[in-house]
C-alpha cells in the first residue's frame, strides 16, 4: 500500500539522520504524506513547495541551474527542501548541524523520487 | 428521510428514502472505509434510531471510532449495537442484543427483528461488515438472509446501510449483489499521489443518480467531506485575493509584507460538506513564473479583480489564461466602493461573457461563500463531465 511505502520511506531516513520531522510534498505543494509532529503539516507543504519553486525561477533568472536544495538556516532549526523527482519534494525539519545531514536527505529524496516514477 | 450526512450526496440521491438499502461497495485497500458509520451518526443526530451490527471487531471498536470524531457516544440513546463478535471470539459481553450464533444469518435476522418489535419508531441499520459476515455465514445464505431482512425492514420504515469489503467473489454472487440492493456506491482509492477516494453511484433505484462520482477524504474529527485538493485564486495586485482567502478559511497562512503579498499564501476552507484547499499567488506580474508551478493541477480558480479598477482588467485576463480547462470564477471585489463596477460590465469589459461573476465585499465577508460553494459545485460538475 502506498501509505505503508512513503511511511517506510521517510522512516527509513530518521533511522539514517537527526531528523525531527519530514513531509512529502507535490511540487505544487499538495502534501503526499508526512512524518511530524505539532506542526500543521499542510500549511508546511506548501510553503516548502514555495520555497523551492521560488528557488527555481531565482536560479532561471540567473540561469544558475536546477538548484539542488533549499536551507533555510533559522535559530534553532533547519528546513532543507530538496526535489524528489520531477513531480514531488521531501521538506525536512532538523536541528542537526553536521553537513552529512545533507547527503541522507539526497539519498532519500532520490530513493521517494525513484519510488514515485515507478508508480506512475 | 434517511441522509447521508453528505451533502453533496444526499442531493444526488435525494437522501435515503424509508425502507431501502444502500450497499457501500468498498475496494480492498481503500483505508477509512467505514462510510456506514457516519451515515448512521448523522441519522442519529436527526434523532433516529440507529442500529449498529458490529460483527468484524469487537463492539469496543464504536467507542473509538466516535471519540476519533469528537461525537460523545453516551449522548445517544437512541443508538442500538448489535454484538455479533463475542460469540465468535467467546468473550463476554455488556451489549444487549447479541448475535449468539454468528455462522447463522438467521441469528442475525433474529436479534434485528427483536430490536424492530422492541422499539416504537424509524430510523437506520448499518452492517460494519457484510463482507465478513458472508465469510462467516456462507456467500449465498447470507445473501438470502439480507434479502428477508431489507424486505422486512422496508415495512418498518427503517433503511440500510452495508460496508462491503469487494474481495474477489464470484461472478454469480456478485451478481446477485447488485440485484438485491437499491443503490451501490462503489468506493475506491484514485491513482495519484494525493491521498483521497471516490465514491461512485453504480445504482440506485430512486433517483437519476447513476453514474455521478464524488471525491472525499475522512478528516478526523471533522469527518467526511468532499474533497478539493487546490483552488487557486489570482487575480491583479491589491484586488483583495488575501482578505477573500482570510474570509473564507477557517485556517490561513499569510505571506504579507507592508500589505503586499510576497509569497504563495494557503488556506482552508471548511463549508457545507466540502474541504478545499486555497493557494493566493501574488497578483504582481513579477510574481507570475511562480503561477506555472503552484497553480498547475488546480481544480479551480478565482480571479478576483477590484471593481473600481476597469484598467486592470486586461492583465486580470492575462492571469486567467495561465489556466487552461478549469472551472473559474470572477469575483467582483470591493462592491462597497464608490463607483464599482457591477458584475456583468466586468464581464463584458474583460470581453467573458459566459463567465460567472460573483459580486463580493470581502472585507465584510460579503459574497464570499457564495462565491466558494459556486465554485465547489462547479468543479464537482466539471468532475462528473469528463
Same mark, same amino acid.
Given at each position: 500500500?502506498?501509505?505503508? @511505502?512513503?511511511?517506510?520511506?521517510?522512516?527509513?531516513?530518521?533511522?539514517?539522520?537527526?531528523?525531527?520531522?519530514?513531509?512529502?510534498?507535490?511540487?505544487?505543494?499538495?502534501?503526499?504524506?508526512?512524518?511530524?509532529?505539532?506542526?500543521?503539516?499542510?500549511?508546511?507543504?506548501?510553503?516548502?513547495?514555495?520555497?523551492?519553486?521560488? #528557488?527555481?525561477?531565482?536560479?532561471?533568472?540567473?540561469?544558475?541551474?536546477?538548484?539542488?536544495?533549499?536551507?533555510?538556516?533559522?535559530?534553532?532549526?533547519?528546513?532543507?527542501?530538496?526535489? #524528489?523527482?520531477?513531480?514531488?519534494?521531501? #521538506?525536512?525539519?532538523?536541528?542537526?548541524?553536521?553537513?552529512?545531514?545533507?547527503?541522507?536527505?539526497?539519498?532519500? #529524496?532520490?530513493?521517494?523520487? @525513484?519510488?514515485?516514477?515507478?508508480?506512475? | 428521510? /434517511?441522509?447521508?450526512?453528505?451533502?453533496?450526496?444526499?442531493? +444526488?440521491l435525494? $437522501?435515503i428514502p424509508?425502507g431501502k438499502s444502500l450497499l457501500?461497495?468498498?475496494?480492498?485497500?481503500?483505508?477509512?472505509?467505514?462510510?456506514?458509520?457516519?451515515?448512521?451518526?448523522?441519522?442519529?443526530?436527526?434523532?433516529?434510531?440507529?442500529?449498529?451490527?458490529?460483527?468484524?471487531?469487537?463492539?469496543?471498536?464504536?467507542?473509538?471510532?466516535?471519540?476519533?470524531?469528537?461525537?460523545?457516544?453516551?449522548?445517544?440513546?437512541?443508538?442500538?449495537?448489535?454484538?455479533?463478535?463475542?460469540?465468535?471470539?467467546?468473550?463476554?459481553?455488556?451489549?444487549?442484543?447479541?448475535?449468539?450464533?454468528?455462522?447463522?444469518?438467521?441469528? *442475525?435476522?433474529?436479534?434485528?427483528?427483536?430490536?424492530?418489535?422492541?422499539?416504537?419508531?424509524? $430510523?437506520?441499520?448499518?452492517?460494519?461488515?457484510?463482507?465478513?459476515?458472508?465469510?462467516?455465514?456462507?456467500?449465498?445464505?447470507?445473501?438470502?438472509?439480507?434479502?428477508?431482512?431489507n424486505?422486512?425492514?422496508s415495512?418498518?420504515?427503517?433503511s440500510s446501510i452495508y460496508?462491503?469489503?469487494?474481495?474477489?467473489?464470484?461472478?454469480?454472487? !456478485?451478481?446477485? !449483489?447488485?440485484r438485491i440492493f437499491n443503490a451501490i456506491?462503489?468506493?475506491?482509492?484514485?491513482?495519484?499521489?494525493?491521498?483521497?477516494?471516490? !465514491?461512485?453511484?453504480?445504482k440506485v433505484d430512486w433517483s437519476?443518480?447513476?453514474?455521478?462520482?464524488?471525491?472525499?477524504?475522512?478528516?478526523?474529527?471533522?469527518?467526511?467531506? /468532499?474533497?478539493?485538493?487546490?483552488?487557486?485564486?489570482? $487575480?491583479?495586485?491589491?484586488?483583495?485575493?488575501?482578505?477573500?482567502?482570510?474570509?473564507?478559511?477557517?485556517?490561513?497562512?499569510?505571506?504579507?509584507?507592508?500589505?503586499?503579498?510576497?509569497?504563495?499564501?494557503?488556506?482552508?476552507?471548511? *463549508?457545507?460538506?466540502?474541504?478545499?484547499?486555497?493557494?493566493?499567488?501574488?497578483?504582481?506580474?513579477?510574481?507570475?513564473?511562480?503561477?506555472?508551478?503552484?497553480?498547475?493541477?488546480?481544480?479551480?480558480?478565482?480571479?478576483?479583480?477590484?471593481?473600481?479598477?476597469?484598467?486592470?482588467?486586461?492583465?486580470?485576463?492575462?492571469?486567467?489564461?495561465? +489556466?487552461?480547462?478549469?472551472? *473559474?470564477?470572477?469575483?467582483?471585489?470591493?462592491?462597497?466602493?464608490?463607483?464599482?463596477?457591477?458584475?456583468?460590465?466586468?464581464?463584458?469589459? !474583460?470581453?467573458?461573457?459566459?463567465?460567472?461573476?460573483?459580486?463580493?465585499?470581502?472585507?465584510? $465577508?460579503?459574497?464570499?461563500?457564495?462565491?466558494?460553494?459556486?465554485?465547489?459545485?462547479?468543479?464537482?460538475?466539471?468532475?462528473?463531465?469528463?
Amino acid at each position: 500500500m502506498k501509505k505503508d @511505502d512513503y511511511k517506510r520511506l521517510l522512516g527509513d531516513l530518521e533511522a539514517e539522520a537527526d531528523i525531527e520531522g519530514s513531509c512529502i510534498v507535490s511540487r505544487d505543494g499538495m502534501l503526499i504524506h508526512s512524518k511530524t509532529k505539532d506542526i500543521h503539516p499542510e500549511t508546511f507543504a506548501a510553503m516548502s513547495a514555495t520555497l523551492l519553486s521560488s #528557488a527555481e525561477v531565482a536560479m532561471d533568472e540567473i540561469k544558475g541551474g536546477v538548484p539542488k536544495k533549499v536551507v533555510v538556516d533559522g535559530k534553532n532549526k533547519k528546513i532543507i527542501v530538496v526535489g #524528489a523527482g520531477p513531480n514531488a519534494l521531501l #521538506a525536512v525539519i532538523t536541528s542537526a548541524n553536521k553537513s552529512d545531514v545533507y547527503d541522507v536527505i539526497e539519498k532519500s #529524496a532520490k530513493k521517494i523520487g @525513484d519510488f514515485l516514477s515507478e508508480k506512475k | 428521510m /434517511i441522509l447521508t450526512g453528505i451533502p453533496k450526496l444526499d442531493e +444526488f440521491l435525494n $437522501g435515503i428514502p424509508e425502507g431501502k438499502s444502500l450497499l457501500f461497495h468498498v475496494e480492498p485497500g481503500v483505508e477509512e472505509s467505514n462510510i456506514g458509520i457516519h451515515v448512521l451518526h448523522k441519522n442519529l443526530e436527526n434523532g433516529l434510531y440507529g442500529i449498529y451490527v458490529v460483527s468484524e471487531s469487537s463492539p469496543k471498536i464504536v467507542d473509538k471510532v466516535f471519540n476519533e470524531f469528537n461525537w460523545n457516544l453516551d449522548k445517544y440513546d437512541n443508538l442500538i449495537i448489535v454484538d455479533g463478535y463475542s460469540s465468535l471470539i467467546g468473550a463476554p459481553t455488556d451489549k444487549k442484543y447479541v448475535v449468539e450464533e454468528p455462522h447463522d444469518i438467521e441469528s *442475525y435476522e433474529d436479534v434485528l427483528m427483536e430490536i424492530i418489535e422492541n422499539i416504537k419508531g424509524k $430510523g437506520i441499520i448499518v452492517f460494519d461488515s457484510l463482507s465478513n459476515i458472508m465469510d462467516m455465514c456462507g456467500e449465498k445464505k447470507t445473501l438470502s438472509g439480507i434479502e428477508r431482512i431489507n424486505d422486512i425492514l422496508s415495512g418498518e420504515g427503517f433503511s440500510s446501510i452495508y460496508n462491503f469489503i469487494a474481495w474477489p467473489y464470484k461472478e454469480s454472487v !456478485m451478481y446477485r !449483489m447488485k440485484r438485491i440492493f437499491n443503490a451501490i456506491i462503489e468506493v475506491n482509492n484514485i491513482g495519484d499521489t494525493i491521498m483521497r477516494q471516490r !465514491m461512485f453511484i453504480k445504482k440506485v433505484d430512486w433517483s437519476d443518480s447513476e453514474g455521478k462520482k464524488l471525491e472525499f477524504k475522512i478528516f478526523k474529527p471533522e469527518g467526511i467531506r /468532499i474533497y478539493i485538493p487546490k483552488i487557486s485564486v489570482v $487575480g491583479p495586485f491589491y484586488s483583495g485575493k488575501t482578505t477573500f482567502i482570510k474570509s473564507i478559511a477557517h485556517k490561513f497562512t499569510p505571506v504579507e509584507r507592508l500589505g503586499a503579498t510576497v509569497g504563495v499564501e494557503y488556506g482552508i476552507v471548511d *463549508y457545507k460538506g466540502y474541504r478545499a484547499e486555497i493557494f493566493g499567488i501574488p497578483g504582481q506580474e513579477r510574481f507570475l513564473p511562480l503561477l506555472n508551478k503552484i497553480g498547475v493541477s488546480s481544480k479551480g480558480v478565482f480571479l478576483v479583480v477590484d471593481s473600481t479598477k476597469p484598467e486592470e482588467f486586461d492583465f486580470a485576463k492575462k492571469i486567467l489564461g495561465e +489556466f487552461k480547462n478549469i472551472p *473559474y470564477i470572477i469575483v467582483a471585489n470591493k462592491q462597497d466602493l464608490p463607483n464599482a463596477l457591477k458584475g456583468d460590465e466586468i464581464k463584458e469589459r !474583460m470581453g467573458l461573457k459566459d463567465a460567472t461573476v460573483v459580486e463580493t465585499i470581502a472585507t465584510e $465577508g460579503k459574497g464570499v461563500y457564495e462565491a466558494f460553494e459556486l465554485m465547489a459545485n462547479r468543479i464537482v460538475e466539471d468532475l462528473n463531465a469528463r
